[in-house]
């Protein structure tokens, strides 16, 4: 099933270019395209759609603003000539970050990158439970559940603490990868996750883990511990 997606960009060429890509490319559809980010904003408040490319200098609302407004934003493709746009693109978790002039080639791996992640997101969970994948800084990451030490939320991120690799940040909330997880992650804290099968000693309400790292339990998670000590 082909990607809905969206286009926008206030220079014509630009965004006629596009159009011709996202027709040329199987696993798109073309919704609609716009020249101003007001309208496409009217337009995402009714219309759920997977992708949007949006270009991020425009005048009146920037295609930042426009995907800092949106409620349920769908994955985000972000173009633009220049460079010096990256963080705020990373920092809003978009799929890729597109420098004009973009070629079909370069174009076509940002598609590739966003059908992976929406093919993921759209498994069963038991289906997902062995890996789980990412977005952070621009690339699709895996990672193996059983590496993960524990998880800390970070206001709208978390961050992944694994034992073999350097911690992964990524726009998401606990709730939301606590689902996506093996029956072994834990919630234990309004900021944490822990895997149980990492937890090496248990005294009053904190938890020691194999890497020694110390992680707090709150009063309503106290029976992680009286699990993990039944276990």
């Known amino acids: 099933m082909p990607l809905k997606c969206v286009a926008i960009d206030d220079e014509l060429p630009a965004l006629q270019l596009m159009q011709k890509y996202i027709a040329d490319h199987p696993q798109l559809q073309l919704l609609q395209t716009f020249t101003d980010a007001v309208s496409a904003s009217e337009y995402l408040k009714h219309t759920r759609i997977d992708l ?66 929406y093919n993921y997101k759209s498994k069963p969970a038991v289906a997902a439970e062995e890996v789980l994948m990412v977005f952070s800084e621009y690339q699709l990451i895996k990672i193996n559940c059983s590496n993960i030490e524990y998880i800390e939320s970070l206001d709208d991120y978390i961050r992944i603490h694994s034992s073999n690799t350097k911690p992964v940040m990524t726009l998401m909330t606990l709730k939301a990868v ?26 009053n309400r904190k938890l020691k883990l194999t890497s020694d790292v110390e992680l707090p339990v709150s009063e309503t998670y106290i029976d992680v511990i009286k699990e993990w000590k039944q276990a």
Do not use: C, W
């Not at 963080?87 to 059908?115: H, M, N, T």
């Not at 606590?178 to 005294?203: G, Q």
């Open 52 to 117: 949007l490319f949006v270009d991020i200098n425009m005048p009146d609302i920037t295609g930042l603003d426009l995907v800092r407004s949106l409620t349920h934003p769908p994955m985000i493709v972000f173009t633009t000539a220049y460079k010096k746009f990256a963080i705020d693109g990373f920092e809003l978790d978009a799929v890729d970050y597109l420098l004009k002039p973009i070629s079909f080639e370069r174009f076509s791996k940002a598609v590739q990158k966003a059908a992976d992640y």
């Open 178 to 203: 606590l689902d996506k997880l093996p029956l072994t992650f834990k919630r234990i804290h309004r900021s944490y996750i822990v895997n149980s099968s990492k937890i090496k000693s248990a005294v």
